[in-house]
């Protein structure tokens, strides 16, 4: 039977042509918990892999997702870098544990009595080369033979347009766990042209369930100390109520060892505002550089589980000016195995019709026409969107005389971009040798590409003199990591299966916590200062606009940062300047989400060991009012460069003479001065 593979960065989907209509198979619907039973979940199969405390070997899907203590999550992401995971005592790359869920899929499959031999495989739109080899590797190492490599959002339009037997043009906004691809497509005698697409590899789901745990984690003041099980119990309760968040106004939030948490679709919603807002990005760009209207495209699906984030349908059907397919016509989480296995099929002559693989990127090698000191630039030889098979030959020539070889670095590029932007993409560097140092002339060479409708590249080079062949090599490793043979993936497969259970985790009792007492001498010094009517500095107290000073020096207009570093200097610069005094630090929510990534780890540390205070979410006047409030019962000294002008009313005393300070970086010193916050002026 024809068979389509959504290979997902979450989840993957396997679907099947049976004659007649695509059926998606529900491959683990046994290991799937009644509270995860949701619309089309029964036909998902998790991309992760586990490990428990009863069981040797992995785990995988939804056994390893709702019964594993430690998982192994995204390893599609890691594909690109060809990264490695700790399994046990020792790490495996990411293609290894990317075998074994293919193999998993495959053995589901043949328990109910599906053999899967080969199939067409989905892959991003915007994925790279060597990610599209590994994909193919995996599979291949799993026993599946990959029939070709399809665009998801090629495979989703398929699906869609097979249904309804009609022709047009169609915008694919897929919102997955991991990246974010929007493509245009057209829809012409069976062709489908992919015009455009563009998109963003590490934005999905995943980094939704990091918004969610922060507010979660709000409502705590404190980071709790999770136990791995808890950890994993508490990644699933984070999932599982955005998921709810999509149908429901509000969901309880189970956090292990403590109360639930009650979070609303609303407080989501603003969490994530400018994830959605840099997800739609990649449409404006592509309507952008087609020069087309959104009117001009006639249908819009929506595919992929953080697409179906009601906030995130409104942005889009606000952006287009028009309603979005509906989840009946085109399932958001099967639409992309249904449309691959719709491809198998007409592959497989199972199905009348004509379905064109386009290559997404020109492909080509690098040289310097002006000779070793020019410059380098990007000579393609099969263009962006040629119809596949492809195939091209041009001629090229040694910079040098008498050389005894070249090197042939071969490029996924766009020759309108300079080489040496992060779009492009070199997989790897082959050599031609020549039978002997010959001249520049009778060392020219032919180089030809050969681009499959499978997607696997080609690359033959002749001598133009005499015929001779230089090089005939199919492109198996990579610059950026190399691409394991299939017999090292098995080997792996064979110790991953072998790798014990883990230890179950058991939390030391802590240690009873020993309160600070003044000593007597303290108590005396501080008795005598306040008789003689003198302010002692150890009682003086101070809360600190932290967010406020975490942008001091940096410019919002120019893209630049908060620094947390740079609150953590002046903090300690006051305390230095005051010693023993009392300093509270508030920051906003949205602190943890403008840092540098670099930062978020101290940051949550400082909030978690409540050095620094976090305010709720949905905070009115958010820290500011925490500052002032907690400054104007305490009689402390609020720490701010702003001038808190919508509060000065409800807190005159913000005016009195020695209330403020401003913090100011000068010359490596920090200086913190007696400012009167400027009255707002009356309209």
């Not at 007409?346 to 020109?362: N, P």
């Not at 207009?557 to 903090?571: H, I, Y």
Request: hydrophobic share 40%; charged share 25%; glycine share 8%.
């Amino acid at each position: 039977m024809a068979t389509g593979i959504d290979f997902g960065t979450t989840n993957s989907v396997i679907a099947q042509w049976n004659g007649s209509e695509v059926e998606p198979l529900s491959l683990d619907g046994d290991n799937l918990n009644a509270d995860w039973f949701y619309p089309s979940f029964e036909n998902l199969f998790p991309t992760v892999a586990g490990q428990s405390s009863l069981r040797q070997g992995l785990l995988y899907g939804w056994e390893a997702k709702l019964r594993s203590q430690r998982t192994i999550e995204a390893c599609k992401r890691m594909l690109k870098s060809d990264g490695a995971v700790q399994v046990g005592s020792r790490r495996f790359p990411a293609i290894s544990v990317a075998a074994g869920v293919f193999a998993a899929m495959r053995e589901r499959a043949n328990s109910v009595l599906t053999d899967i031999e080969s199939a067409v495989i989905t892959v991003p739109a915007n994925a790279k080369g060597g990610a599209r080899y590994r994909t193919r590797a995996a599979a291949d190492a799993a026993g599946i033979k990959v029939k070709a490599l399809l665009n998801e959002p090629t495979a989703a339009a398929l699906a869609y347009m097979h249904h309804l037997q009609e022709e047009g043009t169609i915008m694919v906004f897929d919102w997955g766990g991991g990246t974010i691809d929007v493509t245009v497509l057209e829809h012409v005698d069976g062709f489908f042209h992919e015009k455009i697409s563009h998109g963003i590899t590490q934005l999905g789901g995943i980094e939704v369930d990091l918004r969610l745990r922060d507010l979660v984690i709000g409502r705590l003041r404190r980071v709790p100390e999770f136990t791995p099980t808890e950890e994993r119990q508490f990644a699933l309760a984070i999932e599982q109520t955005k998921i709810r968040l999509s149908t429901e106004e509000s969901v309880h939030v189970e956090v292990p060892g403590r109360s639930s948490v009650e979070i609303a679709r609303t407080e989501l919603e603003e969490a994530i505002t400018d994830l959605v807002e840099e997800a739609l990005q990649p449409a404006r760009r592509c309507l952008n550089e087609l020069g087309m209207k959104p009117t001009e495209v006639d249908d819009i699906l929506m595919i992929g589980g953080t697409s179906q984030i009601p906030s995130v349908r409104r942005a889009v059907e606000r952006l287009m000016g028009d309603e979005t397919v509906s989840t009946g016509l085109c399932d958001p989480m099967t639409a992309v195995a249904e449309g691959a296995a719709v491809a198998a099929a007409l592959f497989d002559r199972e199905i009348d019709g004509v379905l064109k693989v386009t290559s997404m990127y020109a492909l080509g090698t690098t040289h310097q026409p002006g000779g070793r000191n020019a410059k380098m630039v990007f000579s393609p030889l099969i263009k962006a969107g040629s119809p596949l098979p492809a195939v091209h030959e041009k001629s090229y020539m040694p910079n040098g005389e008498f050389v005894s070889q070249v090197s042939i670095p071969i490029w996924e590029a766009d020759p309108e971009r300079p080489l040496h932007d992060p779009e492009n993409f070199q997989l790897t560097t082959l050599k031609v040798e020549f039978p002997e140092r010959l001249a520049r002339e009778d060392a020219e060479f032919h180089l030809k590409y050969t681009y499959t409708d499978e997607g696997l590249l080609q690359v033959r080079a002749t001598l133009a003199a005499t015929g001779e062949v230089l090089l005939d090599e199919e492109i198996r490793d990579f610059a950026h990591g190399g691409c394991l043979p299939a017999h090292q993936i098995r080997q792996d497969l064979r110790e991953l299966a072998l790798t014990p259970p883990l230890q179950e985790f058991r939390r030391p009792k802590p240690k009873p916590a020993q309160p600070q007492v003044p000593t007597p001498k303290v108590l005396a010094k501080h008795a005598k200062e306040r008789a003689a009517g003198v302010e002692s500095v150890d009682d003086r107290s101070f809360v600190v606009d932290g967010s406020n000073i975490a942008w001091q020096g940096k410019d919002r207009t120019r893209g630049e940062k908060p620094s947390f570093s740079r609150l953590t200097d002046a903090v300690a610069a006051l305390s230095k300047e005051y010693p023993g005094a009392r300093i509270t630090v508030f920051v906003d929510p949205a602190l943890r989400h403008q840092i540098e990534p670099a930062e978020q780890a101290a940051l949550n540390a400082a909030i978690g060991n409540e050095e620094v205070l976090q305010v709720p979410s949905g905070t009115h006047g958010k820290a500011d009012r925490s500052v002032t409030e907690l400054a104007g019962r305490t009689g402390a000294t609020v720490v701010t460069n702003d001038n808190y002008a919508e509060l000065q009313v409800e807190y005159p005393w913000l005016m009195d003479e020695k209330r403020v300070l401003g913090a100011q970086y000068a010359g490596g010193i920090w200086m913190f001065l007696s400012r009167t916050p400027v009255r707002p002026r009356r309209r």
